[in-house]
């Protein structure tokens, strides 16, 4: 049998957050956050990050993963989500990918475009 991946999609305050919950209580999965905020550290306001309460319970990956001041980017998701829902799979548990826009999805399921790395020069003007 191949190896399934459930995928929450929806609006922002549209319930992800409790169905993606609620599905890995039910099915014993793992949560994979696709949201381009969650990513940074101490960007906790507005964000709607799940409560360390909810973490406790329930494994979520790539939230607070990286500082704000460092880099980040789709590319650099898409291979984070990559290897963590191969190990979510190689421990014989359902990946739930959590997300509000269809773009970090999108990368996930057909790769992004290669690009250039940013020119530092024109960033710090």
């Given at each position: 049998?191949?190896?399934?991946?459930?995928?929450?999609?929806?609006?922002?305050?549209?319930?992800?957050?409790?169905?993606a919950m609620k599905?890995?209580?039910?099915?014993?999965?793992?949560?994979?956050?696709?949201?381009?905020?969650?990513?940074?550290?101490?960007?906790?306001?507005?964000?709607?990050?799940?409560?360390?309460?909810?973490?406790?319970?329930i494994p979520h990956?790539?939230?607070?993963?990286?500082?704000?001041?460092?880099?980040?980017?789709?590319?650099?998701?898409?291979?984070?989500?990559?290897?963590?829902?191969?190990?979510?799979?190689?421990?014989?548990?359902?990946?739930?990918?959590?997300?509000?826009?269809?773009?970090?999805?999108?990368?996930?399921?057909?790769?992004?475009?290669?690009?250039?790395?940013?020119?530092?020069?024109?960033?710090?003007?």
């Amino acid at each position: 049998m191949k190896p399934g991946i459930l995928v929450v999609v929806g609006p922002t305050a549209s319930g992800k957050k409790k169905l993606a919950m609620k599905a890995a209580e039910r099915y014993g999965g793992e949560i994979v956050s696709a949201d381009s905020r969650k990513v940074y550290r101490f960007l906790d306001i507005g964000t709607a990050k799940p409560s360390q309460e909810d973490r406790a319970r329930i494994p979520h990956h790539l939230i607070d993963i990286v500082d704000p001041d460092e880099p980040f980017s789709a590319g650099e998701w898409v291979r984070l989500a990559s290897e963590t829902v191969e190990d979510i799979h190689a421990r014989g548990v359902l990946p739930i990918i959590s997300c509000g826009t269809g773009f970090y999805l999108e990368a996930f399921q057909n790769g992004l475009t290669e690009s250039i790395d940013a020119d530092r020069g024109v960033r710090n003007k």
